[in-house]
């Protein structure tokens, strides 16, 4: 008897080992932002990351640490706006465009996406229409004072401003006279996305 009591509570004892492990391996998850690498692929669409201008974004997962970089700003939004997605624990990056030129932003200077200020409807293209993002409000005010478009917060960015900004890409398209290519597809593909998960 003596045995048996001491045998489950050696397996009681590693158990609780274990779990006390699990916690441990879950609180130590790296989340600050990683850079972005030359054959890092977007994970909504699949294009080279840095083979297009403006911000990226990236998502870390809290709990597992799994890593999702997005080739604009707007794929990360497609992403993060999804039902599934969007009460999801993550630490969550976009580039700081006040420290960083459009064509190749510098991954040194990434910050707390839900902190930043997003511009919609500048004249700054990324692949199609993206969000410029920026540390503060004031810069992002600035910004569009030279490339226009409308200053948004974090939690003022939904599914219906996703739509929205993929009109506008269309009518830039259709303003410089271009012929539908991977741009156009990129967006169709983008409003497809977004509304397969409103009927969900």
């Known amino acids: 008897m003596k045995k048996t009591t001491l045998k489950f509570i050696s397996v009681l004892i590693i158990c609780l080992g274990l779990v ?3 916690e441990s391996e879950q609180v130590q998850v790296n989340l600050d932002p990683i850079a972005i690498h030359s054959g890092d692929e977007c994970h909504v669409c699949g294009m080279i990351i840095q083979e297009w201008p403006g911000p990226k974004g990236e998502v870390i997962n809290a709990k597992t640490g799994q890593v999702l970089k ?3 700003t707007a794929d990360m939004f497609s992403w993060v706006l999804q039902p599934e997605n969007k009460n999801l624990k ?21 910050i707390d996406a839900r902190n930043a200020w997003y511009v919609m409807g500048s004249d700054q293209m990324g692949m199609g229409p ?10 992002a005010h600035e910004f569009t004072q030279k490339h226009g478009g409308e200053v948004l917060a974090w939690s003022e960015i939904t599914i219906d401003t996703m739509r929205a900004i993929t009109r506008l890409g269309i009518e830039h398209m259709q ?3 271009e012929q539908p290519g991977i741009e156009h597809e990129h967006e169709q593909h983008q409003d497809h996305h977004q509304e397969q998960h409103m009927h969900h």
């Open 20 to 22: 006390a492990c699990g």
């Open 70 to 72: 997005f080739c604009s």
């Open 90 to 110: 993550a630490a969550i990056y976009v580039h700081d465009m006040t420290q960083n030129h459009w064509d190749k932003p510098n991954d040194e200077h990434l």
């Open 130 to 139: 993206t969000f410029a993002t920026f540390g503060s409000e004031h810069a």
């Open 175 to 177: 303003q410089q006279g």
